[in-house]
């Protein structure tokens, strides 16, 4: 199972061609896709790709939508009040099991009280995945944040409270799993300098972990301002 997590900017806008293509050309099983503030740019997408769609209404225009070529069993938009944006599940069925997936899409900007809203969210998060904690799960999405330890390709830094709540609730950072070192840097573009797109797995999920990395391509570059990411699941 290969899942993706994109934020395609603004909804898209006018460059669905190029966001169809880099989906098309990494073949995902699943797609989670932030800022997808058109509901007609996400039916286009599912319709090229034939892939159906799950929608998830936010708290303000940036909405979330899954793509996907697996059987969705069932979704649940958790639009909860602490969140910038929402956040959005679907249990797919994968080789015989259930499978949770998640997407959010974290509160931005990058001033110290923001981080602590994103602290406030992924508490909130945090407990609703954890009504399936017998379940595998993933986590997938826009934090906004940045894990410690990670390098910058600017020189300004940021707080970096809220990865430490995932990592202490036991969950697994799927990149940095594969790739400890390489800064896997997804954004902005056209030259990315920040870590924060991610792929979060439960440790059921981790176990199956076989490949994670950045899509970094030429139509990737242009496509949005900030590179997908994807993690192999065997």
Known sequence: MKIMSYN????????LPHITNVIREQHPDVVALLEANSRENVETLAHE??????????????HIAWLSRLPVVRS??????VLAKTLLEIELQWDRRRVHLFATHLQHKREPEYEQR???????ILDVMGHVNNRP?????????????DTMGVA?????????????????????RIRPIVPGYTYKL?????????VFASIEMALHLHRCAVVSNEEALIAS?????????Q
Request: glycine residues 6%; contains cysteine.
């Open 118 to 124: 994103r602290v406030e969210e992924m508490r909130a």
């Open 156 to 176: 300004t830094d940021m707080p970096r409270e809220v990865i430490p709540l995932l990592l202490n609730a036991g969950y697994i950072d799927c990149y940095r």
């Open 76 to 81: 649940e938009n958790h639009r909860l009040p």
């Open 49 to 62: 790709l034939d892939m159906q769609f799950v929608f998830g209404e936010a708290n303000s225009e940036f």
């Open 137 to 149: 799960r993933l986590l997938v999405g826009d934090l906004n944040t940045l894990r410690p330890g």
């Open 8 to 15: 395609i900017l603004l909804g898209g806008e006018d460059r």
């Open 190 to 198: 056209p030259e990315p300098s920040m870590r924060i797109d991610y």
């Open 225 to 233: 301002d900030h590179l997908p990411i994807i993690a192999e699941f």
